[in-house]
T-cell receptor
């Protein structure tokens, strides 16, 4: 079962621009995580934001969390062609034993 | 960082045969492992949760007799696709948790299964 939705489903930008992806979910969570997946590969963990946190930064990545709206956003600043990948949010819901439920994902294409 | 090794990375098999996929946590003990399935251009769908020393918990709609999961040690879980059919062709990804609260999962690189 899918937890929620991500938008946009696909995003195409030029190098140097910022990319913003949004994620919505349905249940109460312990944390929300963002992952990156290159085509045909496994997932790479980007950021984990806890339910009591509102914003988190890691390098060019900025994640926000609004638990009242059950939504999160991932901002990639000064994008590079190497950022081209699919990005997924995933929620660790309470009382679910740590399993992650993934959103639909955003396919990001950064053109040089 | 924590490493999860998944093997094989790809496999082609004939209809009716069984395929085993291994997932190993290389530098940590994984009390829990998760198996996901991903169709092209789609998200990851959780298939089952594998707990060391106990039976796996399958998500709704996943046939436990079709997808056999064994988590015999704290570093190894296996997924066996039994009597594979072309519709089982997919990308299977495992992930492992060291069991710490509010910690990320570590993912293997996935197995591309093609059933002919």
């Amino acid at each position: 079962s899918q937890q929620g939705e991500e938008d946009p489903q696909a995003l195409s930008i030029q190098e140097g621009e910022n990319a913003t992806m949004n994620c919505s979910y349905k249940t109460s969570i312990n944390n929300l995580q963002w992952y990156r997946q290159n085509s045909g590969r496994g997932l790479v963990h980007l950021i984990l934001i806890r339910s009591n946190e509102r914003e988190k930064h890691s390098g060019r990545l900025r994640v926000t969390l609004d638990t009242s709206k059950k939504s999160s956003s991932l901002l990639i600043t000064a994008s590079r062609a190497a950022d081209t990948a699919s990005y997924f949010c995933a929620t660790d819901s309470r009382n679910q034993g740590g399993k992650l439920i993934f959103g639909q994902g955003t396919e990001l294409s950064v053109k040089p | 960082g924590a490493v999860v090794s998944q093997h094989p990375s790809w496999v082609i098999c004939k209809s009716g045969t069984s395929v085993k996929i291994e997932c190993r946590s290389l530098d940590f003990q994984a009390t829990t492992m998760f198996w996901y399935r991903q169709f092209p251009k789609q998200s990851l769908m959780l298939m089952a949760t594998s707990n060391e020393g106990s039976k796996a918990t399958y998500e709704q709609g996943v046939e436990k007799d079709k997808f056999l999961i064994n988590h015999a040690s704290l570093t190894l879980s296996t997924l066996t696709v039994t009597s594979a059919h072309p519709e089982d062709s997919s990308f299977y990804i495992c992930s492992a948790s060291p069991g710490q609260y509010n910690s990320p999962l570590h993912f293997g690189n996935g197995t591309r299964l093609t059933v002919t």
